[in-house]
């Protein structure tokens, strides 16, 4: 079993409808999780970085860590054609440097 | 702005030729990581630098890949003797203290 799992989609969705990307981890010792997108033939950018659990919010992001139930999830409202994407987790414990990836969900907006 | 560049961004060689990829980090960033993305996978790590030094060297597949870090700045990647499972995205990325790790957009490297 990985210790990052995450659906590699595609997901597909309709312009404006509200998409939730996630990922479950094992590691309980993980406290720094990010989003990061990628777009074909680009790097990965990064979107959203939090500590512990909570909510953090963006724009038309929010990222969300349950720490209890091992689990992270990327809200985007009001999606838009130029969301597509492949959107990445990747996570890490408080003294790591290493990080520990999922393997990207890609995601599609059909206008 | 100045970000992560990597160069060349294409490279397309020869089966047992080497190749050498250059990383220039963001200025000032004390941490450079290179990582391989092949076809449709997520980010397998290969080595990382702190400063000069590279305390963890854990990813590199084979002994057929080295990686330099030199001034605190400019990281090169040697792969000798090409194989065609080499084949994939090579990407760079730096931080500092501890902070996210910013990208480049990566060297596309095609082994005929």
């Known amino acids: 079993q990985k210790e990052v799992e995450q659906d590699p989609g595609p997901l597909s969705v309709p312009e404006g409808a509200i998409v939730s990307l996630n990922c479950t981890y094992s590691n309980s010792a993980f406290q720094y999780f990010m989003w990061y997108r990628q777009y074909s033939r680009k790097g990965p950018e990064l979107l959203m970085y939090t500590y512990s659990s909570g909510n953090k919010e963006d724009g038309r992001f929010t990222a969300q860590v349950d720490k209890s139930s091992k689990y992270i999830s990327l809200f985007i409202r009001d999606s838009q054609p130029s969301d597509s994407a492949t959107y990445l987790c990747?996570?890490?414990?408080?003294?790591?440097?290493?990080?520990?990836w999922g393997a990207g969900t890609k995601l599609i907006i059909k206008p | 702005g100045a970000g992560v560049s990597q160069s060349p961004s294409n490279k397309v060689t020869e089966k047992g030729k080497d190749v050498e990829l250059r990383c220039d980090p963001i200025s000032g960033h004390t941490a450079l990581y290179w990582y391989r993305q092949s076809l449709g996978q997520g980010l397998e790590f290969l080595i990382y630098f702190q400063g000069n030094s590279a305390p963890d060297k854990s990813g590199l597949p084979s002994d057929r890949f080295s990686a330099e870090r030199t001034g605190g700045s400019v990281s090169t990647l040697t792969i000798q003797r090409t194989q065609q499972e080499d084949s994939a995205v090579y990407l760079c990325?730096?931080?500092?203290?501890?902070?996210?790790?910013?990208f480049g957009d990566g060297t596309r490297l095609s082994i005929l």
């Open positions: 990325a730096s931080s500092f203290n501890n902070q996210p790790q910013h």
């Open positions: 990747a996570m890490r414990g408080d003294s790591n440097y290493q990080l520990i």
